[in-house]
């Protein structure tokens, strides 16, 4: 993927700055989206220190001004984008009757408007030239609702649903379109943030989850990058329209 261009968004911390740092080491240039501008700078200088270039665009993928703006950004600095992961999302856990509209709405701003906005940015381009690859990341929870996780298991059903219909429209003009939907991974703030929130809900911990992993450990970040190299490359290419699971073996 020598001199390709990918914008990896939420790529400041966690799953999306092994991502980055993954395709750079694959030969591509990143653009680092994320609402934390230190975490950001921190990505790109290490996406630098492997030899290729970055550029950060600091931005809210709930809103479509930070997107259009950070997607006009990177096309400048970086030029034409090849390949566009949608990974920034978050997790609000909390019991059905609970959930607030604001918990609602903020999961479904981040992990579904921010893919819908950028994908909405980036294609066109991507099918002027004909050429194009995008991930999105929906979860193990996008193919099989747990309790306590109504707006995010919502939330990564319509991530697939979503891929699954841009594939369609734009297959024949040079575009691949998939998801990925990763298990438990440790390793990142979000795993933090939902362990601590489990606890307080009662709800099973994460060494008691990961003794149903087949393969017998959780996931860790790399895991899943190297799944969206392949898809972003062009070993992937006769691949549109998926999801693939990748969980140690945890759903089938
Ligand atoms: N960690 C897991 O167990 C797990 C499992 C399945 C799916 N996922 C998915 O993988 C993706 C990454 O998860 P992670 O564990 O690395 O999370 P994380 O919280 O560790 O990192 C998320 C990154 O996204 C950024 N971000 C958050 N909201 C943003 C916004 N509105 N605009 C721009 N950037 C924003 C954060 O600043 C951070 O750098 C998410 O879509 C998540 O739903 C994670």
């Known amino acids: 993927m020598q001199g390709r261009v990918a914008v990896v968004t939420g790529s400041g911390g966690g799953i999306g700055r092994a991502i980055a740092l993954r395709l750079?080491?694959?030969?591509?240039?990143?653009?680092?989206?994320?609402?934390?501008?230190?975490?950001?700078?921190?990505?790109?200088?290490l996406v630098r220190a492997l030899g290729r270039n970055a550029a950060v665009a600091v931005g809210n993928v709930a809103q479509r001004e930070d997107v259009s703006r950070g997607a006009e950004y990177f096309g400048q600095t970086l030029g034409p984008i090849n390949i566009l992961v949608n990974n920034a999302g978050i997790l609000r856990t909390a019991p059905f009757l609970e959930t607030t509209d604001a918990q609602w709405r903020e999961t479904f701003g981040v992990n579904l408007d921010g893919t819908f906005y950028f994908c909405q940015a980036i294609l066109p381009g991507m099918i002027?030239?004909?050429?194009?690859?995008?991930?999105n990341m929906s979860s193990w929870v996008g193919k099989k609702g747990?309790?306590?996780h109504a707006a995010y298991s919502a939330s990564k059903f319509a991530v697939i649903g979503l891929t699954?219909?841009?594939?369609?429209?734009?297959?024949?003009?040079?575009?691949?379109?998939?998801?990925?939907?990763?298990?438990?991974?440790?390793?990142?703030?979000?795993?933090?943030?939902?362990?601590?929130?489990?606890?307080r809900q009662g709800l099973p911990d994460v060494t008691?989850?990961?003794?149903?992993?087949?393969?017998g450990r959780p996931g860790v970040p790399d895991d899943i990058a190297r799944v969206v190299a392949f898809l972003a490359s062009d070993e992937a290419d006769y691949m549109t329209g998926q999801a693939i699971n990748i969980t140690g073996g945890l759903w089938t």
């Open 24 to 45: 750079a080491c694959e030969g591509c240039d990143i653009g680092v989206f994320d609402i934390n501008e230190a975490a950001a700078r921190a990505t790109a200088d």
């Open 146 to 148: 747990v309790p306590n």
């Open 128 to 135: 002027e030239r004909r050429r194009g690859a995008v991930v």
């Open 208 to 215: 008691e989850r990961v003794r149903a992993i087949p393969l």
């Open 164 to 199: 699954q219909s841009i594939a369609g429209e734009v297959a024949g003009l040079g575009v691949r379109v998939n998801a990925v939907c990763p298990g438990i991974i440790v390793d990142t703030q979000m795993r933090v943030d939902a362990e601590m929130s489990n606890q």
